[in-house]
């Protein structure tokens, strides 16, 4: 018995490459959930997070602008650990989007 006689493993005959019947059983059988797809209040991880990454975004470039004005008391610190905290965020983001695209 091959995979094209298991009954509603493939959709419709077509001219797909090999590719293209490989994507359709790890996308019926995922073996590990993507976790960007969790759904919160109606929409998905990854879009909660890339609100995240923006806000931390403006918030360091807001930070910077502040250091090179000497307004406030900002210490350059402070810009550097939001950056690297923006880092990290857009790194995960980026992942988990990437994730639940190819696979």
Same mark, same amino acid.
């Given at each position: ?21 490989? *994507?359709?059983? &790890?996308? *019926?059988?995922?073996m ?6 969790i ?14 990454? &923006? ?47 190819f &696979?």
């Amino acid at each position: 018995m091959t995979l094209d006689m298991v009954p509603g493993l493939f959709p419709a005959r077509s001219n797909r490459c090999f590719y293209g019947e490989l *994507r359709t059983i &790890f996308n *019926r059988y995922p073996m590990i959930a993507n976790p960007g797809q969790i759904i919160i209040f109606g929409l998905p991880l990854y879009f909660y997070l890339g609100i995240i990454t &923006f806000i931390a975004l403006i918030s360091t470039a807001v930070l910077g602008m502040l250091f090179v004005k000497g307004k406030y008391g900002v210490q350059f610190s402070w810009h550097m650990n939001l950056a690297r905290i923006t880092i990290v965020i857009a790194i995960i983001h980026g992942i988990l989007v990437a994730w639940g695209y190819f &696979f």
